[in-house]
T-cell receptor, first 114, second 113 residues
Framework: EAQVTQNPRYLITVTGKKLTVTCSQN?????MSWYRQDPGLGLRQIYYSMNVEVTDKGDVPEGYKVSRKEKRNFPLILESPSPNQTSLYFC?????????????FGNGTRLTVT | AQSVTQLGSHVSVSEGALVLLRCNYSSSVPPYLFWYVQYPNQGLQLLLKYTSAATLVKGINGFEAEFKKSETSFHLTKPSAHMSDAAEYFCASMNTGFQKLVFGTGTRLLVSP
């Protein structure tokens, strides 16, 4: 089954404790992206990757890091989480079959930073 | 800058009534446009997309949207609401450079019996 898998689904951590949210897709997609969803703000892009070893900032990259060493994986790293990073995070992927290719989303990771 | 505006954070309808969710985009060049639906505790699923092939786009679950360049709109409609349509709906725009999908703030659809 074609899917984007995020782990964990829920995560509670404390300020300053490094964490990684994993994202993996099995569709051989070139494009991957991370979004955060906050009430009243919709989804905002954190980082995206056009292919292996090619990443770039989205609208809200501060406090986040990503890497794309393999095509299927695109982990999101919070080196020193802060309470304002409490949010619902989504990973998404898409093929490069044309600019109209829709994004496929994971089921989300709900992060709470205390 | 590219942007998407969804009018109304909440829309309430009765079962069987017309559903209309509004979306306006801001772009000098007509972008690719999408509607996504999010059910509780799930990711976003694609409802439909506009790619300039036809102005009236039909999607899944009986939804459709009409692209109107003169109004820079891409409103989502469904003739008859069902209880299972209760969810949050997001309109999104993608630039032709295929670098970013810009989302609206979402509209929560409430369906009452």
């Amino acid at each position: 089954e074609a899917q984007v898998t995020q782990n964990p689904r829920y995560l509670i951590t404390v300020t300053g404790k490094k964490l990684t949210v994993t994202c993996s897709q099995n569709m051989n997609h070139e494009y991957m992206s991370w979004y955060r969803q906050d009430p009243g703000l919709g989804l905002r892009q954190i980082y995206y990757s056009m292919n292996v070893e090619v990443t770039d900032k989205g609208d809200v990259p501060e406090g986040y890091k990503v890497s794309r060493k393999e095509k299927r994986n695109f982990p999101l790293i919070l080196e020193s989480p802060s309470p304002n990073q409490t949010s619902l995070y989504f990973c998404a992927s898409s093929s490069f079959g044309g600019s109209s290719s829709p994004l496929h989303f994971g089921n989300g990771t709900r992060l709470t930073v205390t | 800058a590219q942007s998407v505006t969804q009018l109304g954070s909440h829309v309430s309808v009765s079962e069987g009534a017309l559903v209309l969710l509004r979306c306006n985009y801001s772009s000098s060049v007509p972008p690719y446009l999408f509607w996504y639906v999010q059910y509780p505790n799930q990711g976003l699923q694609l409802l439909l997309k506009y790619t300039s092939a036809a102005t009236l786009v039909k999607g899944i679950n009986g939804f459709e949207a009409e692209f109107k360049k003169s109004e820079t709109s891409f409103h989502l409609t469904k003739p008859s609401a069902h209880m299972s349509d209760a969810a949050e709906y997001f309109c999104a725009s993608m630039n032709t450079g295929f670098q970013k999908l810009v989302f609206g703030t979402g509209t929560r659809l409430l369906v009452s019996p």
